[in-house]
């Protein structure tokens, strides 16, 4: 996949969004989905697809973290970043 500043901004923000979600379900064992997410849309910076990317990316974190609650942080992001460019076509799709 060739990288595009616009493709860059989503990767980054994918890693910010993964990494922003984690770290609040960690200190807010009881948030929901939709706590962890405003929580997300708050802390980053990122705007438009990057945004969206980010949203998608700790959502399936997220996800993957009630799927196994016995893996380490770590393995949690790795299973989300390993989604990366699949949620990068899925928005450019959706863009088209």
Same mark, same amino acid.
């Given at each position: 996949?060739? @990288? ?6 989503? *990767? ?14 960690? @200190?807010?064992?009881? +948030? $929901?989905?939709? $706590?962890?997410? @405003? /929580? ?8 438009? $697809? +990057? ?8 959502? *399936? ?8 609650? +016995?893996?380490k942080g770590k393995k949690i992001m790795q299973l989300a970043l390993d989604?990366? $460019? ?5 928005? @450019?799709?959706?863009? /088209?």
């Amino acid at each position: 996949m060739p @990288q595009t500043e616009e493709i860059k901004e989503m *990767r980054l923000a994918i890693v910010v969004g993964i990494s922003k979600a984690l770290e609040y379900k960690a @200190q807010n064992p009881r +948030a $929901d989905m939709e $706590d962890i997410l @405003q /929580h997300v849309m708050k802390s980053i910076k990122a705007k438009g $697809d +990057a945004k969206l990317a980010a949203l998608a990316a700790a959502t *399936r974190a997220i996800k993957y973290r009630e799927k196994l609650p +016995a893996e380490k942080g770590k393995k949690i992001m790795q299973l989300a970043l390993d989604k990366t $460019d699949e949620i990068i076509l899925e928005i @450019q799709k959706d863009r /088209h």
